[in-house]
């Protein structure tokens, strides 16, 4: 019998083409954290894509995943709260850092469990299925119902859902090609259609706050190139001053002489850090001589490590 366990999850490819096809399938793109739900006849356990432990941050999605499922499988999907009827990856904040179950429930966030696919149940592996059918099976694997939601999504017409989703505030959409196994890592049997610029970045230093600003003045982002670091541009807005002290702290320890970044970066008053933190930002667009134009901070990143950070479109 196969065993239930951690795998590395499949990813989605960025793209800036938009089509309908009846052979691939459209769902909603959900703006929290990837989460792979792993049981072997135990406990249930909560990895983020990069392998960290998330059960004591969402406590309750571990116990309704118990509840309603069988004793061995292997679900993958996002935890996500909300702002309103949108998800929201900075209201998910206050529950991404903690260990403590009951410092997370007690956060007042209230969290939900999209599942969109199924790669194990009940001693038999199904990664290798089409997606179709790993989605009808997922369907009947788990009692749907708070926090626990099945990811729905669309057939073929992924044009139109992509219009939708932009016109009600959405990230995006997540085109699957219908009949691909599960496959781990970058794919594009996966393609990203964003209707908002937004990814993640490695934080290689910060600037000396200015005026009554406390903390710092901007955080210094790159993102990896065939072994480099490349400086992208900062990013200076989007900090409340809990949030500024907090980064100030995690940064403080990283400190170094000197840049991280491939290449001379001249930003005055700047503070080089080792590459490890990653955050998320939102901005404009990317400038003809490749930094960011307009960025907004959205929140840390725990989930995913600096070493995968790369440049997503152009």
């Not at 793209?15 to 052979?23: H, L």
């Not at 200076?236 to 940064?251: M, P, V």
Request: glycine residues 12%; aromatic residues 10%; contains cysteine.
């Amino acid at each position: 019998m196969a065993r239930p366990g951690w795998r590395e999850p499949m990813l989605a490819t960025l793209t800036e083409r938009r089509f309908s096809d009846p052979d691939w399938v459209f769902e909603r793109k959900l703006d929290g954290v990837r989460a792979l739900c792993v049981r072997d006849g135990g406990e249930v356990r909560l990895w983020s894509r990069a392998r960290k432990p998330m059960d004591g941050a969402y406590p309750e999605i571990a116990d309704a995943l118990a509840e309603r499922g069988g004793e061995r499988f292997v679900v993958d999907g996002e935890i996500v709260a909300f702002d309103g009827h949108r998800t929201s990856f900075a209201a998910l904040q206050p529950r991404m850092h903690l260990a403590d179950p009951a410092r997370a429930r007690r956060s007042g966030v209230k969290v939900y469990f999209y599942a969109f696919d199924l790669l194990h149940f009940g001693g038999i592996d199904a990664d290798g299925l089409p997606l179709r059918q790993r989605k009808r099976l997922l369907r009947d694997a788990f009692d749907f119902g708070d926090p626990l939601r099945y990811a729905a999504h669309r057939n073929g017409d992924g044009e139109r859902f992509y219009a939708e989703a932009c016109a009600k505030g959405w990230e995006g959409v997540i085109a699957k090609r219908a009949d691909a196994p599960y496959t781990p890592g970058r794919t594009a049997d996966w393609l990203k259609f964003k209707c908002v610029r937004e990814q993640e970045f490695v934080v290689g230093g910060f600037t000396d706050p200015q005026g009554t600003r406390s903390g710092f003045g901007a955080l210094l982002l790159g993102y990896h190139d065939n072994g480099a670091l490349r400086y992208a541009g900062k990013v200076g807005t989007g900090f409340d001053e809990e949030t500024l002290r907090a980064l100030l702290d995690r940064l403080t320890p990283l400190e170094q002489r000197a840049s991280p970044f491939d290449g001379v970066v001249r930003e005055r008053g700047s503070h080089w850090v080792r590459p490890e933190l990653v955050i998320q930002a939102g901005f404009a667009e990317w400038t003809p001589e490749g930094k960011l134009r307009h960025a907004r901070f959205a929140g840390i990143r725990d989930d995913k490590a600096a070493a995968d950070v790369v440049r997503e479109g152009r």
